[in-house]
């Protein structure tokens, strides 16, 4: 059975009003092409070869069209490790054992305060071999019941699953007509370590499931 789904959506920052009319179903359609991108990250928890549960986790924001994935987040985690002392890659566990559960929750609400979409999935692992693609699968899903963007760039963790068959889903799964997806290496993207603070402080959230 499938674990809790969590989409948590922060507010469009008022300054910039083309993301306003983006809420306006009418305009959505121009608005997306001509000006917006939505950027997602995704990164996960968990083995399935060791684990009884598999989850993922992600971060989107809708940006300006021509904004590099690159600097999505940066701000974000560069204040993190400036009000941590974290130094190099900023994880999870590592962010956790620095400032506890509450000062995590903290960064959380920051993040959606700043206008970005969180979101969480978790499963039960039936078939270890498949488990990393069913919960992707189940993830753009949500995603996508929550998120239109017609322009869409989704990064996602270095992980052992096949680009092309994953580019599929998204593109089967997604309302989007144009889609990019990436793995890329975490230590280099800002939005990948923003998505491994929300999977990982998920994952403690929901720590004793009951499904």
């Given at each position: 059975?499938?674990?809790?789904?969590?989409?948590?959506?922060?507010?469009?920052?008022?300054?910039?009003?083309?993301?306003?009319?983006?809420?306006?179903?009418?305009?959505?359609?121009?608005?997306?092409?001509?000006?917006?991108?939505?950027?997602?990250?995704?990164?996960?928890?968990?083995?399935?070869?060791?684990?009884?549960?598999?989850?993922?986790?992600?971060?989107?924001?809708?940006?300006?069209?021509h904004?590099?994935?690159?600097?999505?987040?940066?701000?974000?985690?560069?204040?993190?490790?400036?009000q941590?002392?974290?130094?190099?890659?900023?994880?999870?566990?590592?962010?956790?054992?620095?400032?506890?559960?509450?000062?995590?929750?903290?960064?959380?609400?920051?993040?959606?305060?700043?206008?970005?979409?969180?979101?969480?999935?978790?499963?039960?692992?039936?078939?270890?071999?498949?488990?990393?693609?069913?919960?992707?699968?189940?993830l753009?899903?949500?995603?996508?019941?929550?998120?239109?963007?017609?322009?869409?760039?989704?990064i996602?963790?270095?992980?052992?699953?096949?680009?092309?068959?994953?580019?599929?889903?998204?593109?089967?799964?997604?309302?989007?007509?144009?889609?990019q997806?990436?793995?890329?290496?975490s230590?280099?993207?800002?939005?990948?370590?923003?998505?491994?603070?929300?999977?990982?402080?998920?994952?403690?959230?929901?720590?004793?499931?009951?499904?």
């Amino acid at each position: 059975m499938s674990g809790p789904s969590t989409p948590f959506r922060g507010g469009i920052p008022a300054q910039h009003p083309p993301f306003n009319i983006l809420l306006n179903m009418h305009l959505k359609f121009f608005i997306e092409n001509v000006f917006v991108k939505l950027i997602v990250f995704i990164d996960e928890s968990g083995l399935p070869i060791y684990c009884k549960y598999f989850s993922q986790g992600a971060i989107a924001k809708v940006v300006p069209k021509h904004t590099s994935y690159y600097s999505v987040g940066a701000k974000e985690i560069q204040s993190i490790k400036r009000q941590t002392g974290l130094t190099r890659e900023v994880k999870y566990r590592r962010l956790v054992s620095k400032i506890g559960l509450s000062g995590v929750s903290s960064i959380i609400s920051m993040l959606k305060n700043q206008g970005y979409y969180l979101f969480f999935k978790r499963i039960h692992i039936k078939e270890p071999s498949k488990a990393r693609f069913e919960c992707i699968e189940k993830l753009l899903k949500e995603i996508s019941s929550q998120l239109l963007c017609s322009n869409v760039v989704i990064i996602i963790d270095e992980c052992p699953l096949k680009l092309k068959e994953v580019r599929k889903a998204a593109r089967q799964l997604l309302r989007s007509k144009y889609i990019q997806v990436y793995f890329k290496d975490s230590r280099k993207v800002s939005g990948l370590q923003l998505a491994d603070i929300v999977v990982g402080y998920f994952s403690e959230v929901y720590k004793t499931p009951k499904e």
